[in-house]
């Protein structure tokens, strides 16, 4: 935080969806005039997450003392009361509230807590599809909150039921991205493979990638963000199978490899529907590779169901492990649920880590001597159509698909150089 008077700071937390909503944040507040303020962009996603922004705040408090501190996002939805009482906090807004034209102007009549029910909200607005962007790749909202109720997990209650952003506003934000520059766009959401449910006539988010890449052809990638493994439609299949543009890596909310445990997570896939689904993607397209979120020590897990988890990292060839020790949340059904000791739920995330890190290995061996395109995210520093990190040597400019040949690997990332021929026939314009 810089501290100037006229700054506004938006201090962020969590996930890509929080980042992406925060940049909203940013313009709405500039829109209303907003200064000499810190905006906390929350997240419920765990107790500590919660722990990291009230810590946040306190600080801001002694080293900015005359800023107005705001307080929104999921934790703030969730338990607007916890933040209100706390006395560094001058308003709290809600996860609808947050980005609404006005949100920051001054209206004392209307109090410090503005947080409606978010169960109400029934439509993403358009405004929220604008496009976060970095210097290398763009990011647009398709879809908000999530209908499913997981009962270890309390993001709905942040941000809502589904809602979907229409298929047209979508196709002319990527189609304006794509006139930027912009080489690669990211589709985002809560649970990115809902969409469109609430939409009329139900169409499927394989439909919405499919005319993606039919009405933006000047795009040269496509990729999704996190999905749900029991959600992946026969046209997103059919675009994985028929469609170069859309990149060669899914990431799954798989969350564990046990039957028992995933019943009383109250997902909706079964270890056999998860290797299913690897092979059948698999069968269509070989190059693609899988990341996929785990968590280590659910109530009730026993230490053969933990290691049903343990190996579907290797069963199913995952390459890249997000892994999670469980974290009770108050509100959820999980957190009433016999808890696993602390120490066993600490060794068995340390053990799935290993495991991540195994698996990364193997992935990386397998890449040596290839030709990749990576789209350089910085200086030096490249993502592959898989989503491997590559390290290369040479002048690239960021934002721009480069050739690289691998010549070895760190085991983080692949080693790469700069390959003779054949570069991005476009080259990116830099956007700060």
Known sequence: MSGDIHDVDVVTFGCRLNAY??????????????????????????????????????????????????????????????FANMGEVDLVLGNAEKSAPGAYVPQPELGRVRVNDIMSVRETAGHLIDGLKDRARAYVEVQNGCDHRCTFCIIPYGRGNSRSAAAGEVVAQVKRLAAQGYR?????????????????????????????????????????????????????MHCLATEARLMPYLHLSLQAGDDMI???MKRRHSRADALKLVAAVRAVRPDTAFGADLIAGFPTETEAMFENTLSLVEEADLSFLHVF?????????????????????KDRAARLRAA?????????????????????ERDGVARAEDFTEIAFAGAAAVGEIA????TGH??????????????SPRRARVIA
């Not at 985002?188 to 052809?217: E, F, H, Y």
């Not at 974290?327 to 016999?338: L, Q, V, Y």
């Not at 085991?411 to 021929?421: D, H, P, Q, T």
């Open 184 to 236: 690669e766009v990211v589709l985002t959401g809560v649970d990115v493979t809902s969409w469109g449910a609430d939409l009329p006539g139900q169409p499927t988010l394989g439909q919405l990638v499919g005319r993606i890449l039919k009405l933006v052809p000047e795009l040269p990638r496509l990729r999704l963000s996190s999905i749900d493994a029991a959600e992946i439609d026969n046209d997103l």
């Open 325 to 345: 020790p469980f974290s009770p949340r108050p509100g959820t059904p999980a957190a009433r649920m016999p808890p696993v000791a602390r120490a066993a739920v």
């Open 21 to 82: 909503e925060s940049e909203i944040i940013r313009k709405q507040a500039a829109a209303d005039g907003l200064s000499d303020a810190i905006v906390f962009n929350t997240c419920a996603v765990t107790g500590e997450a919660v722990r990291q922004a009230r810590q946040a705040i306190r600080r801001a408090r002694r080293e900015r003392p005359g800023a107005k501190l705001i307080v929104t996002g999921c934790a703030a939805q969730i338990d607007p009361a916890a």
């Open 262 to 264: 995933l019943k009383r």
């Open 356 to 376: 991540g890190e195994a698996a990364l290995t193997r992935h990386l061996n397998r890449q040596d001597g290839r030709r990749l395109l990576g789209l350089v």
């Open 403 to 406: 050739a690289l040949m691998a």
């Open 410 to 423: 760190d085991g983080k990332r692949v080693i790469a150089k700069l390959a003779e021929a054949e570069r």
